[in-house]
């Protein structure tokens, strides 16, 4: 039997031949700086059209923090970006924890629900959105771990980093 398992590289995400990247978005969808920025370089304006399409839930809200969205993936190597929206950090006492660990179980159902068995997380709010990084790749480790254990398709889910503090952050804890 195929078993899930997870993986971490260090790497540029828009590179990635899998099923599905997930993009680290605001709550627009109409794309930023950082893996946002990048992802929105390499998919090309399509991309921006796909998510402008999207209806939003509030002005200008396509995607409310913790919830995730699933576009095609245009000219990235990737057939599927899902976006998702993680919280700026504001301390700790605003939910953070809760609405980052959404972020993964979103982007995971959401794949799942398209048949997508490899999937790509860049760390999440660990940019620009300031969460403190051991905290932050616990909970996704922990998330993903978890959404494996209780799917009965296996997958394959990798962490990709940018930088050696990420990828070491990763490693200490999957060991691989
Ligand atoms: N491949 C993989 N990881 C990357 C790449 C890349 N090409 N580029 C950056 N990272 P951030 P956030 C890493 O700031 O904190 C945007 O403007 C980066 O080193 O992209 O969730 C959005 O529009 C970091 O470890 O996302 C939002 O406004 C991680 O990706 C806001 O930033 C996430 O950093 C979201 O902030």
Redesign the pocket.
Known sequence: MTRATIEVIE????TLNVDAIVN???E?LL?????????HRAAGPDLLAACRALPEVRPNVRCPTGQARITPGFRLPAKYVIHT??P?WEGGDEGEAELLANCYRESLRLAWEHDVRSIVF??????????P?TAAVALAVREVRGFLRRETTPGHVVF????AT?TAAYRRLLQN
Do not use: E, K, Q, W
Request: proline letters at 3%; charged letters at 5%; aromatic letters at 6%.
């Open positions: 790497a540029d995400i828009t680290a978005a605001n627009t794309g930023g700086g950082g893996v946002d920025g990048a992802i929206v993680g700026v860049p760390a999440i709010s660990c940019g620009v959105y300031g969460h990084l990709c980093c940018f930088g990420v």
